[in-house]
T-cell receptor, first 114, second 112 residues
């Protein structure tokens, strides 16, 4: 079974630009979660989608948004990029929602904002 | 104060050493504890999980939970260079509206 696929692997953007990251979950998984990973802060939860609906949201500004398509693929968008948005963005899928459903992570998209 | 605290290290040990990785947490409602392992340039992968206090063993790995002290540990016996990675503890939410809460992760290097 193919794992979670994230594209692109690396991105370099300029302050003020916007960016869209893509995630394809494991086949059959309906939940997709997004995390931001930075040194010093670790993994911070962004949001979770299940069956095209946002189920949970972390404490991030409205510049961070996401969506999920009918095939469970998900995209995450960050508008008006700031230097502090430089991070590894990880997508994880799971069969169901809820904290006890284990997460299967992709290898992430490394975003650098200059 | 963060809900889950983990010393980021780095921790460097010789091959064959016993490694102890630890997390403390503040929310006594946490009932389920996970350890993820993240290799360089990869996403985290679930290593072990445990529901209750006490020990759970899986090969060279032992997960230990002490709920009275709000302290969890991961022990690695006979550590190998292939164990070099970042280890993250994680706990599910106790209320709706979130997902797993992760520790910052401890970077481990096992030297041959």
């Amino acid at each position: 079974k193919a794992g979670v696929t994230q594209t692109p692997r690396y991105l370099i953007k300029t302050r003020g630009q916007q960016v869209t990251l893509s995630c394809s979950p494991i086949s059959g998984h309906r939940s997709v979660s997004w995390y931001q990973q930075t040194p010093g802060q670790g993994l911070q939860f962004l949001f979770e989608y299940f069956s095209e609906t946002q189920r949970n949201k972390g404490n991030f500004p409205g510049r961070f948004s996401g969506r999920q398509f009918s095939n469970s693929r998900s995209e995450m968008n960050v508008s008006t990029l700031e230097l502090g948005d430089s991070a590894l963005y990880l997508c994880a899928s799971s069969p169901g929602t809820g904290g006890y459903s284990p997460l299967h992570f992709g290898n992430g998209t490394r975003l650098t904002v200059t | 104060q963060k809900e889950v605290e983990q010393d980021p290290g780095p921790l460097s040990v010789p091959e064959g050493a016993i490694v102890s990785l630890n997390c403390t947490y503040s929310n006594s409602a946490f009932q389920y504890f996970m350890w993820y392992r993240q290799y360089s340039r990869k996403g985290p992968e679930l290593l072990m999980y445990t529901y209750s206090s006490g020990n759970k063993e899986d090969g060279r790995f032992t997960a230990q939970v002490d709920k009275s002290s709000k302290y969890i540990s991961l022990f690695i016996r006979d550590s190998q260079p292939s164990d070099s990675a970042t280890y993250l503890c994680a706990m599910p939410p106790t209320t709706s509206g979130s997902r797993l809460t992760f520790g910052e992760g401890t970077q481990l290097t096992v030297n041959p």
